[in-house]
């Protein structure tokens, strides 16, 4: 399992490379495509730790899907649709629900040690 994760973190990885520097490469749909279903869909499965693993595995690609239509909607609604601008927005939301996910384990983490 632990292979499978780092093989798709390597495809994600070159999608956002390949779609932050705009390559003419035929690979980059379909990895940016990766990266954009996968970044907000490991950032929200954290968050759903309680869950059984089908239930957290749909919630989660549900919410990327919800977090991508969001981007992509805001995006157009002030006119600054750009294919690196949904990338690097797409990434800071999916950092941002990792680390809220992260900080919030520490803390109850810490709750249940007092």
């Known amino acids: 399992m632990p292979l499978l994760a780092g093989a798709g973190t390597a495809v994600a990885a070159v999608g956002a490379l390949l779609a932050l520097l705009d ?8 990895c940016a495509f990766f990266f954009l279903l996968a970044a907000p869909a490991v950032a929200i499965a954290a968050a759903l730790r309680g869950l059984d693993p089908f239930g957290r595995t749909l919630c989660a690609l549900a919410g990327s899907v919800v977090v991508n239509m969001l981007v992509t909607q805001g995006m157009l609604a002030v006119h600054r649709w750009s294919v690196r601008g949904g990338v690097v ?15 919030r384990e520490q803390i109850s983490g810490k709750r249940t040690q007092h």
């Open 89 to 103: 927005a797409v990434t800071v939301l999916s950092v941002l629900l990792l680390l809220l996910a992260s900080l």
């Open 23 to 30: 390559s003419t490469s035929p690979l980059r749909g379909p």
